[in-house]
């Protein structure tokens, strides 16, 4: 996916609110094309979870007759895509030749590294609802510049917890791996609610924490939680409260502090201005640095790049 906003936010870090050690935040509302989306990261204050660094819920929405999810060819540097469906179908195609449609329960996780380009489009007859997450783990500097790849896992572990059904997207949870590659310790899981449930998930004490209720009503750590709200949860718990009624679902993110300043913009994660001058140059240029993504869509240019702004705040 792609923030399509006409006047992206820049990056901006500190602020108030950054030394909360619990918080909840609404979303903003975002619009990809004609679909609705809750932005509910990066927030003002806070640009990153652990490595996770930007969280869009979108739907459930009719896409009966519409149009669905239409997001042309687009680049991205320094960071991974991950893409989770509740309902609906999308095509991914990327500038190294892959094509993949992920289903709900499927993770698409595409590694941009020094660069890549991919279009995201709705599946023609798909069913007439979509529903879904699409979420960036910004790569470490030490890693910011691999060779970008993509990923499939269709079948991803499973851990049940005191009525919870865990699936583990990135990192361990309740003794589940996924076989994801991540570049930091972290972890992403989705959390549904087999009954109604009453548990304590295990966390990592050096982790922080995130959570965004996807579908129905909980209690989380004793904030009531409903989409559109994010709750963090600095590091030093391990354990979490969970109190849900029976088909309640629940994204948990988390990991290591990063401890890194990002520079933030459009679909770019870099450390300096001139790392996303120079990949914006080299998209509008048609760099080979992104490659083709095929499909036929026309790509989407950047938008206009005010530097001076981006330097003043980052
Ligand atoms: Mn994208």
């Known amino acids: 996916m792609s923030t399509l906003d006409a006047d992206p936010e820049v990056a901006a870090g500190g602020g108030p609110g950054a030394g909360s050690r619990q918080e909840v935040t609404p979303a903003r509302e975002a619009h990809l094309g004609e679909l609705a989306v809750r932005r509910l990261f990066p927030l003002r204050h806070r640009r990153s979870i652990g490595g996770w660094c930007f969280v869009d819920h979108y739907g459930p929405a009719s896409v009966d007759g519409g149009p ?24 991914h195609r990327d500038s190294l030749g892959s094509e993949q449609v992920v289903r709900p329960g499927q993770l698409n996780l595409m590694t941009a590294g020094a660069g890549i380009a991919h279009s995201e489009v709705s599946v023609a007859d798909d069913g007439p609802r979509l529903h879904g997450l699409q979420l960036w783990v910004a790569l470490p500097d030490a890693h910011r510049w691999v060779q970008p790849h993509f990923e499939h896992h269709p079948d991803l572990p499973r851990a049940e917890v005191g009525g919870l059904r865990a699936t583990v997207l990135m990192g361990s949870l309740a003794g589940a791996s996924s076989p994801a590659q991540a570049y930091s310790d972290l972890v992403g899981a989705d959390l549904e609610a087999l009954g109604d449930t009453a548990a304590e998930i295990p966390l990592t004490s050096s982790h922080e924490h995130a959570v965004v ?17 994010l709750l ?41 201005a001139s790392d996303i001058a120079q990949a914006v140059a080299d998209w509008n240029e048609g760099s080979t640095r992104f490659g083709e993504v095929p499909g036929g869509l026309p790509p989407l240019p950047a938008p206009g790049l005010d530097v001076a702004r981006l330097l003043g705040r980052s």
């Open 68 to 91: 669905g999810m239409q997001v042309p060819p687009h680049p991205h540097i320094g960071l991974q895509t991950v893409t989770w469906l509740f309902e609906g179908e999308v095509v």
């Open 232 to 272: 963090y949860l600095a590091p030093g718990r391990d354990a979490l409260a969970v109190s849900a009624a029976a088909g309640a679902r629940l994204f948990l993110l988390g990991g290591r502090p990063l401890g890194e300043r990002l520079v933030m913009w459009w679909n770019f994660v870099g450390r300096t």
């Open 213 to 229: 209720v996807t579908s129905g009503r909980a209690s989380v750590a004793g904030d009531d939680l409903e989409p559109g709200r």
